[in-house]
């Protein structure tokens, strides 16, 4: 079974500051990833995505991560954070037609 | 286009009632799922479904069940509500289990009392 470890669970940046939030995962087939981002009462909604192809994933809001197979890892990034970042995002891999998401990091900019 | 559609965004119910949590989506989405969300926990799969008439256990199954009898409709059935099911439950649906992202309803915020 596949399962995902974000071991940020609270991170608290300034604006302007660079975001790297961790994300491993353990799956033993084909590896498609996620991140999801999911702004105070709202729902999650998808930041960007890998199947194959490129290893740096760029996606929506100038976010990014990074597919290292050899650290079974997908870390995310950003090189400037603004105050409107802040929500809880979530690390997701799917395996046998399913998403398992990791427990989430909790991200709060201060301005 | 109303993507994933979730009723109710709110409901309080006491331990032993049951209720049903609705979710239907207008994208013709052939796979179906219901997460659970509790803090720190992430999200946590109850049940899924990959096309009308088939249903599989997720990772927490116990004390729900579904159904899917169309295409669009993928209702949640809590039986026997007890304190452990206050959460905030989320549908979601994809076109395919793979190679795309999931499309997530708004949530219905649960408590049992």
């Known amino acids: 079974a596949q399962s995902v470890s974000q071991h940020n669970h609270h991170v608290i940046l300034s604006e302007a500051a660079s975001l790297e939030l961790g994300c491993n995962y353990s799956?033993?087939?084909?590896?498609?990833l996620f991140w999801y981002v999911q702004y105070p009462g709202q729902h999650l909604q998808l930041l960007l995505k890998?199947?194959?192809?490129?290893?740096l994933v760029k996606g929506i809001k100038g976010f990014e991560a990074e597919f290292i197979k050899s650290k079974f890892s997908f870390n995310l990034r950003k090189p400037s954070v603004q105050w409107s970042d802040t929500a809880e995002y979530f690390c997701?891999?799917?395996?046998?037609?399913?998403?398992?998401f990791g427990t989430g990091t909790r991200l709060t900019i201060i301005p | 286009n109303a993507g994933v559609t979730q009723t109710p965004k709110f409901r309080i119910l006491k331990i032993g009632q049951s209720m049903t949590l609705q979710c239907t989506q207008d994208?013709?989405?052939?796979?179906m799922y219901w997460y659970r969300q509790d803090p720190g926990m992430g999200l946590k799969l109850i049940y899924y479904?990959?096309?009308?008439?088939?249903?599989d256990k997720g990772e927490v199954p116990n004390g729900y069940n579904v159904s899917r009898s169309t295409t669009e409709d993928f209702p949640l059935r809590l039986e026997l509500a007890a304190p452990s099911q206050t959460s905030v439950y989320f549908c979601?649906?994809?076109?395919?289990?793979?190679?795309?992202?999931?499309?997530f309803g708004s949530g219905t915020r649960l408590t049992v009392v």
């Open positions: 994208m013709n989405h052939n796979y």
């Open positions: 979601a649906s994809s076109y395919s289990g793979r190679n795309y992202g999931y499309t």
């Open positions: 890998y199947f194959s192809g490129d290893p």
């Open positions: 799956y033993g087939g084909t590896v498609n």
């Open positions: 479904s990959v096309g009308a008439g088939i249903t």
């Open positions: 997701a891999v799917l395996g046998n037609e399913k998403l398992t």
